[in-house]
C-alpha cells in the first residue's frame, strides 16, 4: 500500500505563488506515474498536471498551462506542483494521485492511490 500526503496550500492572493508537495511512503514507490487533481466547491475532480515515473515527460490541464509546474523528487519520493499567477479560480482542494504503470495519464480512473488533498485558497 501506497501512503500520499500533500502539503503547502493555504490563502494566497491573486498574482500570487504557492507550492505544493505530495509525500509518498509505503511500498516501493517507483515506477509510478503520479499526477495532481483538484475539486472545486460544487464541482468534479479535475486533472491539473501529471508527471511520468522518471520526470521525463509532463502533461497540463490548459487551464494551469503555463503557470503551474509539476516535478519530482525519487530520491525523496516527493512531487511538487509550484502554482504561479495563481487566480481566484483555482480556489480548489488539491489531490495528488499515483499508480504503478510506465506513462503519463489524464483520467481519474487511471489512479490507484489518493491523498487526503490540501486546500488552495485564492483572494480576489
Known amino acids: 500500500q501506497v501512503q500520499l500526503v500533500e502539503s503547502g496550500g493555504g490563502l494566497v492572493q491573486a498574482g500570487g505563488s504557492l507550492r505544493l508537495s505530495c509525500a509518498a511512503s509505503?511500498?516501493?514507490?517507483?515506477?509510478?506515474?503520479m499526477g495532481w487533481f483538484r475539486q472545486a466547491p460544487g464541482k468534479e475532480r479535475e486533472f491539473a498536471a501529471a508527471?511520468?515515473?522518471?520526470?521525463?515527460?509532463?502533461d497540463y490541464a490548459d487551464s494551469v498551462k503555463g503557470r503551474f509546474t509539476i516535478s519530482r523528487d525519487n530520491a525523496k519520493n516527493t512531487i511538487y506542483l509550484q502554482m504561479n499567477s495563481l487566480k481566484p479560480e483555482d480556489t480548489a482542494v488539491y489531490y495528488c494521485?499515483?499508480?504503478?504503470?510506465?506513462?503519463?495519464?489524464?483520467?481519474?480512473?487511471?489512479?490507484?492511490?489518493w491523498g487526503q488533498g490540501t486546500q488552495v485558497t485564492v483572494s480576489s
Open positions: 509505503g511500498r516501493p514507490f517507483s515506477p509510478s506515474a
Open positions: 494521485a499515483a499508480q504503478r504503470k510506465y506513462g503519463i495519464y489524464r483520467l481519474r480512473v487511471d489512479y490507484d492511490y
Open positions: 508527471i511520468t515515473w522518471n520526470g521525463g515527460s509532463t
